[in-house]
């Protein structure tokens, strides 16, 4: 008997709800509906869920009767495991039963072109330590900005990412609470920019680059990203960074498993052609030219792309085209997946490899909007915590370097021509850190440009974070959860509130799902 067919609160039994997309924000949504009984059908229109959570798997040419190279190709690394767990409990599991979660320690490891290295950690007093090795004069501003970004989280990780500003303002409560949360963005350093309040606790230029990074985890520089982003390194530091046994795609896997116990229909290789719009409701959704008519519909994907191609113009005059173009889709990047013969002791889970100057990097992506001459290299190799991604002795490498989007602004890049140059010279700079023998050693391989991240999963101009933290407007005024102008619409993912990486994702989709329930006349009692 699955837990719907057994649920204590059934109160949206006769209602039917179509759930757009398959990523970690649709499944979330879905399992969290189907716990109030929901008659829920998700289309997705891959082969198979995920979204950008996603895995390929490739057999060593010649050596077919060994494990396989498996490669994730999104997020490399899970924070805040806890809303997972929450979403399980919802359905009455328990989220170990279906993940096993590795605690990762290093966290990273930054190298730069001198040999020197730093290392991150989940201990604060191993962390000083890394910073004290570095710039023994940093020790206090470090420890500063920390404690920072601790408050940052405090007063603004549960409540604020976790729920939409419209669910906290009508909290009961008395009126002075609405104006307490009015000023939530002040008082986490919305007003301000990341790179600035950096500077200012920090002067080693290295530890500089590594704070700096935070801001591109959103797609953004740290000169155009807020301070709020502080919150990041304590997350990850702070609370820990974990790698899923079996592949971050287990992630995926586990969600499909537990909608599908709770009756949630899944198609995949089904693409949405059209969200139905009628008197400024949604009523479904068109699959290969059949009309799927549902009381409410959310949507799992690329916001931008989402209202451009799957609503008509005249059902969303709040969202132009123009409106839509200019919301600044961030940096992108480029990713090479490399199966090789062979293992590189230089490697950590996580290792990045930085240039000289990082600075002259970001400024090429961001102002120049042109391919970095001396970029950052990631470079996640899972078979240092999970020897099964590879063949015996083999490494699967997921290499990342930034590229720009096809945002409008400076000399597009013509991936047709520059992909295969870009991954030659990224191979080549690996090769002088120490991974000696790279380039002869990789067996098997395939490449994610952001012309193929915009063609495979509909992310506007290429972009990997759906809307850049490129400013302060777009990291807190995204596109909401709940459509204003379109009755029983509602949104997930990347591009909505409130933002990237697995579990931003999972809020969205628990905010968008329980927005879908009130309109649909559940109170949530």
């Known amino acids: 008997m699955t837990y719907r067919q057994n649920a204590l609160r059934d109160t949206l039994r006769d209602r039917s709800v179509v759930v757009v997309g398959g990523g970690v924000g649709g499944l979330a949504a879905a399992v969290r509906l189907a716990c109030r ?28 009767d060994d494990s396989p190279f498996r490669f994730d190709t999104g997020p490399s690394l899970l924070t805040l495991p806890l809303v997972l767990a929450d979403l399980f409990f919802a359905a009455r599991e328990d989220v170990r039963d279906h993940i096993d979660l590795i605690r990762l320690d290093p966290i990273s490891k930054f190298v730069w072109p001198d040999g020197q290295t730093l290392t991150t950690h989940g201990d604060p007093d191993v962390m000083v330590e890394q910073v004290r090795r570095l710039a023994p004069e940093d020790v206090d501003g470090w420890c500063k900005l920390m404690n920072k970004g601790r408050g940052i989280w405090e007063i603004a990780g549960e409540d604020f990412l976790g729920h939409a500003p419209e669910q906290l303002l009508k909290r009961p409560g008395p009126p002075w609470k609405g104006l307490s949360l009015l000023s939530v963005p002040l008082r986490i350093g919305m007003h301000r920019r990341l ?6 606790f920090v002067k080693h230029p290295r530890l500089r680059a590594m704070l700096y990074q935070y801001a591109t985890y959103g797609g953004g520089s740290p000169w155009g990203a807020p301070a709020a982003l502080l919150s990041v390194p304590h997350v990850e530091l702070g609370l820990g960074g974990f790698y899923v046994k079996g592949g971050m795609y287990r992630i995926a896997e586990a969600l499909l498993g537990l ?44 916001a931008v792309t989402a209202y451009r191609n799957l609503i008509a113009p005249a059902d969303r005059p709040h969202r ?13 990047g480029m990713a090479c997946l490399l199966g090789t013969d062979r293992r590189f002791g230089v490697l950590e889970h996580h290792t990045k490899f930085m240039p000289d100057d990082y600075e002259a990097e970001l400024r090429a992506m961001f102002d120049a909007k042109r391919i970095p001459g001396d970029p950052c290299i990631y470079v996640c190799a899972s078979t240092r915590s999970d020897p099964t ?23 597009q890049v013509d991936w047709s021509n520059n992909g295969q140059a870009y991954r030659d010279r990224l191979v080549a700079r690996l090769e002088q850190f120490g991974m000696t023998g790279l380039a002869d050693s990789v067996v098997v391989e395939d490449r994610f440009t952001p012309p193929r991240l915009e063609s495979e999963y509909a992310a506007n101009a290429g972009s990997i974070y759906g809307i850049g933290v490129t400013s302060r407007r777009q990291s807190f005024l995204r596109p909401p959860n709940r459509d204003p102008k379109i009755k029983g619409l509602f949104l997930a993912g990347t591009a909505t509130h409130p933002g990237g990486g697995i579990p931003l994702v999972a809020m969205s989709g628990k905010i968008a799902a329980e927005l879908c329930a009130e309109g649909l006349g559940d109170s949530g009692r």
């Not at 790179?195 to 200012?200: A, R, T």
């Open 37 to 64: 009984g929901a008659r829920v059908t998700l289309f997705e229109q891959q082969p198979r869920v995920g979204g950008k959570l996603n895995q390929r798997v490739v057999v060593h040419p010649d050596r077919r």
């Open 389 to 411: 991604q590879a063949p015996t002795g083999c490494e699967n490498l997921f290499v990342l370097s930034s590229a720009p989007s096809l945002w409008g602004g400076g000399e």
């Open 195 to 200: 790179g600035p309040v950096v500077d200012k």
């Open 259 to 302: 909608a599908e116990r709770l009756g949630v229909e899944v198609r995949t290789s089904a693409a949405v052609e059209k969200v139905i719009v009628s008197d400024a409701a949604s009523r479904g959704v068109v699959v290969d030219g059949k009309e799927h008519i549902a009381d409410a519909v959310i949507v799992n994907a690329d």
């Open 320 to 332: 132009t085209d123009q409106q839509l173009a200019s919301f600044n889709p961030g940096g992108s």
